[in-house]
Structures are given as structure tokens and as C-alpha cells.
């Protein structure tokens, strides 16, 4: 290890540079933030329209999910050309003329990337299926001989993520290993094509001004060598939770730290995001490495139940693990692939992210403000989804005939409703689709979204729209919020954190109850009605400054 890394593992990370440390990030859905054309769906030139918007809300930087040319199998994460713009977003221009906008507005922009896996209509792929048996092409990927008398089973017990084998078979009998849809084969990163060809997208898109990439199932590239049997069914059941043959191999790590190497050559302070599912924090954090990736997504904090006890503990395993790396902790409530915590915390606690039954929804929406709250007086970088902060739930009653979520066509998958959570945010308007676009949405909005649009709730004091806006302010302004990693705690009542950062007090109590609680300062920001300042209301957040 260098000197230099070596310091840096030991530097309090509030003592860094590098804007990623306390960022706010806010994820667009592309197809579900505004439509420009009218034909239903979102794309950039919408996103363009609307920076000025997320200026406003007071957030630092914009992850775009993918916008790249895909026949949208599974909504853009099966990519046919990594350098081209699917026609339904727009055209390079557009992606050009969204990274310049952004830029003028102090905005940075973090577009996904996806190297797990491409789409079948990747050239590479087309070319290795065409080539048949023994085509060197086929090395970019994971063909493989069946089992069985005439190779009929699949070449291991490997299932997908979205349900059935994670094998495909071609004409010719060989199969190929895709860990996601049949549609998204995975790409054998053991082949230095494969290596050359990222390396040459990252500084395509960094040549084009992008600040940073987010980093799709960055603990997947690697697999474990020969491609072992799990020996056990239902793997689903052991994401996350166990050590698995094609999920957090040692390997990966070079791949970034290569990644690393090009990003330090560009200006500006470009940053690497990773999704990474791992089975501990400690795992997450080698991600983050000084001489690797920047940030990665705290997957821990966001499965969370909203539970005083529960999240002390994840809070404090988190800082922990990112503080021997020297890297900031991310906090997480919601993104595109789960239900949105303003219905999962509707909900009684242990039934996941995923969910069908919308709850009481307005308890959702209190324990979602005050987790709000939390979340953004911790130390480290939050991630902001879009309409979160319209204090939007998930859609659960929508017709089958409309869902895409290609997990929701596998029985033997997910429950396949992360569409719930993608329906196109409102704007204005008392009818739908609310100001997103001329032509509709491509998932039907609710009809109680009308009160929910950000012309509603603009200038309302009560709303959550404002409470973010308020928040964000004051997390941007006090000197005591933002980047650290260590919160000091306070004593507190069973159900209740109370912590402090400098000057800064956060009270949260997660209880259905008042409960009685000395005020430690002067009100900056509470996430309900305060009735006394000696009386934390139930499940509520509220900010001091002593």
C-alpha cells in the first residue's frame, strides 16, 4: 500500500475533498420524470426542461437510469449500444445538451452503467449466435455445453434474478449464462476484449462531460472460476445473504481500480457508484477502497425497518465499515426497483421492499417525512428518488395488461411489481397525466395524484415538496451537516434516536406514541406538527440547533 493510501485510511473522511462526500443525489427515471414529444413516454429532452426544477429543490447531482439503445426488455438495462441513445429518449445531442444545461445550473450529472450484461441485439452477441459452436466471439460471453445425454439441462443450478434458469439454449445446443432476463446475456469479463471495450465507453461518455457513473451490478461481473453448482434452490432467497459463485467475487476489484486509473485522469473529481449487493457492510466498503470506487449504495440502511433499534444499529455498522476506507456512507430510502418507503413503512415491518398492499397510507407518509429527516442528518451523501419527495406511494393497483417489469412474466421469480414504484410523476394539473407530457403516461397515474403534483404542493408549508426543499437548505447552509462519519449519540427513550453532529441535534421517535423529551435547542425543521417542544410526537423527526 502507498503512502498516500495509507493516510487515507486513516483521515476522518469530513476532512476530504471530493464533492461526492456529502452530495445529494437525485435519480431520474427517464421514461417516468417528463415527456417533451407527447407520445407517453419521458425522455431527455424532458429532463432538460426540468433541471431547473431540481436546482431549486436544492439536490447536487442527477443520476440518469439508462437511456442507451435497447430493444427495453427490462426498461434499458439490456443495452444494444452503449454510445448511442435510444430514439424513444432522443438523440446524442439531447444527452449532450442535458450534461451542459446541468452544468451551467452547478448540476452534476451521473449516467448508469451496465456491464453485468448487454441485450441479445448487441452486436457482439448476434455475431457470436450466428458464428455457432467454437466461434472466438462466443469467448466474450458464457456459452456452454448442457448436461445431460444431448446436452438438454442447463450447464449448472444457477437461477436467475428474475426467476427460472439462468441458462438460455441456441439452435446449435450450446447455452448461454444470463443472470438477469434471457434478453441480457453476461458478458465473460475474463476476456480482454470485453475489458478494452469498457474502458473505452467510460472515456467516451467522460469525453462527453459526465461526472461520474453508477455502476449497475458492479458485484456481478466476476464469476467464481469453472461456474460451480450452488447445490440449493430458491437462490433468490440468498442474495444478499450468503456467499454466492457469481455474485462479489474477489475479482472485480482489479476491474475498478482499473476504472479508477481512468477516472483520475479526467478533471473535475469524476466519480464511480457502485450497486453492490453483499452479504455484510464490510464486504460493501472494499467496493470503496481509496483506490477504487467512490461511493456504493448503502443496500443495508435502505431494507431497514422503521424500528429504533434497527436502524441505531445499521447506522452505526455502516459508519464503521466505510471509516477504516476513508470513503463517505450513502443513505438510501427508495429507487426504481423497490417499493417506495412512503408504502413500505405503511406497512407492519419484515415484509421487505417488495410489496403488493398499498397500507395506511397516510402513516406511510409521516414515518416517510421523518425518515426524510433522518436520513439527510447523517453524515455522508443521500440519494433523493424522483417523486420521493412528492411524498408519492407506490402504485399497486395497476392492470396486468400494462406491466413491463419482465420479472412480473416469470412465476417462478420476483413478485415482479417494481413498476409500482415507476409511474410517471405528477406536475400540474387536476388530471392526468399532470403536466408530464401532451400524450398520456405509459403506466396510468391515480387519480388522488392530482393533490400530490408539485403545483399543489408548491408554496404549501406543510407539504412534503416544501419539506424537502426546506431540509435541503439547511443541510446545504449548516456547517455541522454533510460529510463526516460519526454522530455522537444522545440518551433517549426506547423507540427514540437522538444524536448530535457539532451544533446540530436529529430526535426521531419510531413509536406510535408521544413520548416526553427535554428540547436540546431551538426548532430549526420538524417533519409534523410540534405541539410542545417538550413533546416528540409519534413517528416524527424533528432538527435542533443548541
Known amino acids: ?49 426540468r433541471l431547473p426544477y431540481l436546482k431549486e429543490l436544492g439536490v447536487d447531482a442527477v443520476w440518469l437510469s439508462p437511456f442507451y439503445a435497447s430493444p427495453q426488455a427490462d426498461a434499458g438495462y439490456d443495452v444494444a449500444d452503449y454510445r448511442a441513445i435510444d430514439p424513444m429518449f432522443g438523440t446524442l445531442h439531447d444527452a449532450d445538451a442535458v ?17 453485468n450484461h448487454c ?44 426467476g427460472g434458469p439462468a441458462w438460455t439454449r441456441v439452435p446449435d445446443g ?4 444470463h443472470l438477469f432476463a434471457p434478453e441480457q446475456p453476461d458478458f465473460n469479463w475474463e476476456h480482454p476484449a470485453v475489458q478494452d471495450e469498457f474502458r473505452s465507453i467510460l472515456r ?27 447445490g440449493s434452490g430458491d437462490q433468490l432467497k440468498l442474495l444478499g445473504n450468503d456467499v454466492m459463485p457469481f455474485f462479489d467475487q474477489d475479482g472485480v476489484h482489479e ?37 477504487e470506487m467512490h461511493q456504493a449504495f448503502n443496500f443495508q440502511y435502505l431494507t431497514a425497518d422503521w424500528n429504533a433499534g434497527e436502524l441505531r444499529k445499521v447506522i452505526d455498522g455502516s459508519l464503521a465499515a466505510m471509516r ?18 412512503a408504502t413500505r413503512f405503511a406497512n407492519p415491518p419484515g415484509l421487505g421492499t417488495q410489496l403488493r398492499e398499498q397500507g395506511d397510507r397516510e402513516l406511510g407518509l409521516r414515518r416517510a417525512r421523518a425518515a426524510t429527516l433522518l436520513m439527510l442528518a447523517l453524515p455522508g451523501s443521500a440519494y433523493v428518488y424522483q417523486g420521493e419527495e412528492l411524498g408519492l406511494p407506490d402504485v399497486t393497483d395497476l392492470p396486468d395488461e400494462v406491466r413491463q417489469d419482465p420479472s412480473f412474466f416469470r412465476a417462478a421469480g420476483q413478485d415482479g411489481f417494481r413498476d409500482g414504484c415507476r409511474v410517471p410523476i405528477p406536475w400540474s394539473g387536476t388530471e392526468a397525466p399532470y403536466g408530464f407530457g401532451d400524450g398520456g403516461s405509459w403506466l396510468p397515474q391515480p387519480a388522488e395524484w392530482a393533490e400530490l403534483s408539485v403545483e399543489a404542493q408548491t408554496g404549501d408549508p406543510d407539504s412534503t415538496l416544501e419539506l424537502y426543499r426546506a431540509a435541503l437548505r439547511i443541510r446545504r447552509e449548516h456547517a455541522d451537516l454533510g460529510a463526516g462519519d460519526a454522530v455522537e449519540w444522545l440518551p433517549a427513550p ?38 410542545s417542544p417538550g413533546t416528540l410526537p409519534a413517528d416524527t423527526a424533528v432538527w435542533w440547533e443548541e
Not at 30 to 49: H, K, Q, T, V
Not at 99 to 115: F, Q
Not at 261 to 276: C, H, K, N, T
Not at 510 to 530: D, H, M, Y
Request: net charge negative; glycine share 10%; hydrophobic share 40%.
Open 255 to 291: 476491474i475498478y481500480r482499473s476504472w479508477r486509473r481512468i477516472l483520475d485522469e479526467y478533471e473535475g473529481d469524476r466519480v464511480l457508484v457502485a450497486e453492490a449487493w453483499t452479504p455484510t457492510v464490510e464486504r460493501t466498503a472494499l467496493y470503496v477502497r481509496p483506490d
Open 204 to 230: 467516451f461518455w467522460l469525453d462527453l462531460g459526465a461526472d461520474g457513473f453508477r455502476v449497475d451490478v458492479a458485484h456481478g461481473l466476476v464469476k467464481a472460476p469453472g461456474l460451480p453448482d450452488i
Open 174 to 177: 450450446e447455452w448461454y449464462l
Open 494 to 531: 426506547d423507540g427514540v434516536l437522538a444524536f448530535r453532529r457539532g451544533g446540530f441535534t436529529c430526535t426521531v421517535n419510531t413509536t406510535a406514541e408521544p413520548v416526553a423529551l427535554p428540547a436540546p435547542g431551538t426548532v430549526l425543521l420538524a417533519s409534523a406538527v410540534l405541539e
Open 119 to 162: 441485450s441479445d441485439q448487441h452486436e457482439w452477441f448476434k455475431q457470436a449466435v450466428r458464428e455457432g459452436a467454437g466461434s472466438r466471439l462466443r469467448e466474450r460471453f458464457h456459452f456452454r455445453p448442457g448436461k445431460g445425454a444431448d446436452g438438454e439441462l442447463p450447464p449448472n443450478d444457477w437461477e436467475s434474478i428474475f
Open 1 to 49: 500500500m502507498t503512502q498516500h493510501l495509507a493516510e487515507t485510511l486513516h483521515t476522518p473522511t469530513g476532512t476530504l475533498p471530493g464533492w461526492w462526500r456529502e452530495a445529494v443525489i437525485y435519480q431520474v427515471y427517464p421514461r417516468s420524470f417528463a415527456d417533451s414529444n407527447g407520445d407517453g413516454m419521458g425522455d431527455l429532452e424532458g429532463i432538460r426542461s
Open 324 to 341: 477504516p476506507v476513508g470513503a463517505p456512507t450513502t443513505w438510501v430510502l427508495s429507487n426504481h426497483d423497490v417499493t417506495r418507503h
Open 99 to 115: 450534461i451542459r444545461d446541468a452544468h451551467e445550473l452547478g448540476l452534476r450529472i451521473i449516467v448508469d452503467l451496465v456491464p
